[in-house]
């Protein structure tokens, strides 16, 4: 029962590196989704999949890409990393009106 | 104005004692609606989805009203381990999940 895999769990990165979170499901869910979560903000979301090559921007896009190129995996690419982007950011995939079921979060700090 | 809004708390409540929480919803097309547990720097994870007619689940009761377009979690008998903070979520049609910022509760001895 793997549901919804991400990795790293933890990461550091220095100002403008880049990295890619990786998010995988085994569920065979359509909809697949990025949030981040920052005290009292609350979940924001990133980037979205409806399908296997269709990705939309969420509230807080910026600094992050996408890809969805098979409907297990939706990796976010965070192109050069800001102090402003330390936070915990949660992958997760669902279909459609029904429940979500989240990976286990990277906590990411960026230095 | 946030699409999902929730009173923060926290709310610190005794063992045994009942607690509810609201949420309201801004968008009036929102079709589906669901609370969520979140424990400390763990994901979020399904506590209930909340039906037209509400549902009970053992200790906790979810209501929803479409006209005032709110969403309720009441729970009775409050144990220890029911402290966490709790997510309001809404969804309408083709869209990701929408979350309230949560309410955090705490169940003291």
């Known amino acids: 029962n793997a549901g919804v895999t991400q990795t790293p769990k933890f990461q550091v990165l220095k100002t403008g590196q880049s990295m890619t979170l990786q998010c995988a499901q085994d569920?065979?869910?359509?909809?697949m989704s990025w949030y981040r979560q920052d005290p009292g903000m609350g979940l924001r979301l990133i980037h979205y999949s409806v399908g296997a090559g269709i990705t939309d921007q969420g509230e807080v896009p910026n600094g992050y890409n996408v890809s969805r190129s098979t409907t297990e995996d939706f990796p976010l690419r965070l192109l050069s990393a800001a102090p402003s982007q330390t936070s915990v950011y949660f992958c997760a995939s669902s279909e459609m009106n029904t429940e979500a079921f989240f990976g286990q979060g990277t906590r990411l700090t960026v230095v | 104005r946030k699409e999902v809004e929730q009173d923060p708390g926290p709310f610190n409540v005794p063992e045994g004692a009942t607690v509810a929480f609201n949420c309201t919803y801004s968008n009036s097309a929102s079709q589906s609606f669901f609370w969520y547990r979140q424990d400390c720097r763990k994901e979020p994870k399904l506590l209930m989805s909340?039906?037209?007619s509400g549902n009970e689940d053992g200790r906790f009761t979810a209501q929803l009203n479409r006209a005032s377009q709110y969403i309720s979690l009441l729970i009775r008998d409050s144990k220890l381990s029911d402290s966490a903070t709790y997510l309001c979520v809404t969804n309408s049609g083709n869209t990701p999940l929408v979350f309230g910022k949560g309410t955090r509760l705490s169940v003291i001895a």
């Open positions: 909340v039906y037209s």
């Open positions: 569920m065979n869910h359509e909809y």
